[in-house]
């Protein structure tokens, strides 16, 4: 069974950087999609950067240029490495993982099958 947790959530003032870790383990991140979402208070959950199983990377509109995510297989972790941040991006940040490919459904959150318990990130203007 994949177990995830994510972690390096916290309070930043605009234009600072975070980098947020997903270790995974039960599961070889290489071989699955591996996503991050966001929820911000009252709002639902959104898609905010995703590698496939075909290692192909999307991002979202609002966060291109700014968040990179990337993974490292021998320490089995998925990075979001998150720069100029803005007030917007302040949300609970989850980790996700399915071993399907997600192709269409890349940013479809209800579609993907394992997630980590979120960790906040708080963006001060």
């Known amino acids: 069974q994949v177990q995830l947790m994510d972690s390096g959530g916290a309070p930043v003032q605009a234009g600072g950087s975070l980098r947020l870790s997903c270790q995974v383990s039960g599961g070889v991140a290489g071989g699955l999609a591996t996503g991050w979402f966001r929820q911000a208070p009252g709002k639902e959950r959104e898609g905010v950067a995703v590698?496939?199983?075909?290692?192909?990377?999307t991002y979202a509109d609002s966060v291109k240029g700014r968040f990179t995510i990337s993974r490292d297989i021998g320490k089995n972790i998925v990075y979001l490495d998150m720069n100029n941040l803005e007030p917007n991006d302040t949300a609970i940040y989850y980790c996700?993982?399915?071993?399907?490919?997600?192709?269409?459904?890349?940013?479809?959150?209800?579609?993907?099958?394992?997630w980590g318990p979120g960790t906040e990130v708080s963006v001060s203007s």
């Open positions: 590698i496939d199983t075909d290692r192909a990377t």
């Open positions: 996700a993982a399915d071993p399907r490919r997600r192709g269409w459904f890349r940013f479809r959150w209800r579609e993907w099958k394992h």
